[in-house]
């Protein structure tokens, strides 16, 4: 009788260990990529009637169209003392900058820390701070490669100012080479929660935090990034372990 509970119980929990694997396997397209993902599966079935291998290799590209677009949820830490990253990928630079003139943050140098995301990265930018948008400045440019310091100021950009409970924070949105769309969900005058979805980029980009002069970096170049989760930079040195939401 024992032994028969003791299966019983190892069976659920490998039925549950199974549920959560595809759970965390099949992350939700968001709706800007379906679009995309439809024109991929429609353009593998016309390269199909040409000839059967390059159906094949529609489907596989179609497949990296929906991976491209994907939209995880993640937890996010809930305090005004940190700064968490607004793209996943790659922190290519840590420095003072001057922030770009249309942000309308001075021109004084502040702490910048860059986020390259090639074409594999989740492409949804999330509010590194809580606050609200004061300024959105959209300035055309350049698509030279993202992973290049020069990028911040050559290339197409959107820049957002958030009035955080410790002062302006800058975030820009910057396009890459492959890039050709920045998209911009939120308003001036709305309010941002830490960790919401204000927009993405599409095809490999950067993400460009300016922090106030006395946040602390606690992050290092060549370090993954996860927009929503990685803490960037606070304000105290000895702070709690903070809340968390799910979004």
Known sequence: MRRNRCERHCIRRTRLSLVDTIQKTLVPVHREGW????????GAILLGWLWD????????????????????????????????????????????????????????ERMRISVFMNVFSVHINRAPVRGKVTRIAYRPGKFV???LDKASAENERNGLVIDSPHGPVGVVQVAGLVARRILCWTKEGEDLSVGERFGMIRFGSRVDIYLPPEAVVRVSIGQTAIAGETVMADYSEDAATPLSRTG
Do not use: H, K, M
């Open 145 to 147: 490669n993202a992973d």
């Open 35 to 42: 679009p995309f993902v439809a024109a991929f599966a429609v």
């Open 53 to 108: 291998p390059l159906f094949y290799a529609g489907i596989a590209l179609t497949a990296w169209c929906a991976y491209f677009f994907r939209d995880p949820q993640r937890v996010t830490p809930v305090d005004d003392d940190l700064v968490i990253s607004a793209a996943d990928g790659v922190i290519s630079s840590i420095g003072p900058v001057t922030p770009p003139q249309e942000l309308g943050l001075g021109d004084e």
